[in-house]
């Protein structure tokens, strides 16, 4: 499966953006997705993901309560709803698929390209 991020830009602090992911493929609906972020000097982490079948979600401790993983299997595409937004939620974000939902990056099969977001204080 291949996968493209979009949506990413500049906002201030407080604002919020919609980062989605399209993906490839008639099988979308059998992948667990996922996003992930990495900043300038650190690792990859993970972001919050969503199951394949009920869609359950869970989140990292630090955008908990901020941003919403969602997705829509017919139109083959998972978001990121980002409210809220601080400065250091800037980072490059990644979608990813997977069969499970893990915060493991390892254990995630496929990823997009990333798209930059930046948020100023």
């Known amino acids: 499966v291949q996968l493209q991020a979009s949506g990413g830009g500049l906002v201030q602090a407080g604002g919020s953006l919609r980062l989605s992911c399209a993906a490839s493929?008639?099988?979308?609906?059998?992948?667990?997705m996922g996003w992930f972020r990495q900043a300038p000097g650190k690792e990859r982490e993970f972001v919050a993901a969503?199951?394949?079948?009920?869609?359950?979600?869970s989140y990292a401790r630090s955008v908990k309560g901020r941003f919403t993983i969602s997705r829509d299997n017919a139109k083959n595409t998972v978001y990121l709803q980002m409210n809220s937004l601080k400065p250091e939620d800037t980072a490059v974000y990644y979608c990813?698929?997977?069969?499970?939902?893990?915060?493991?990056?390892?254990?995630?099969?496929?990823w997009g390209q990333g798209t930059q977001v930046t948020v100023s204080s």
């Open positions: 990813a698929a997977g069969w499970v939902t893990t915060t493991d990056l390892a254990k995630w099969d496929y």
């Open positions: 493929g008639r099988t979308f609906s059998s992948y667990a």
């Open positions: 969503i199951s394949r079948s009920i869609g359950s979600t």
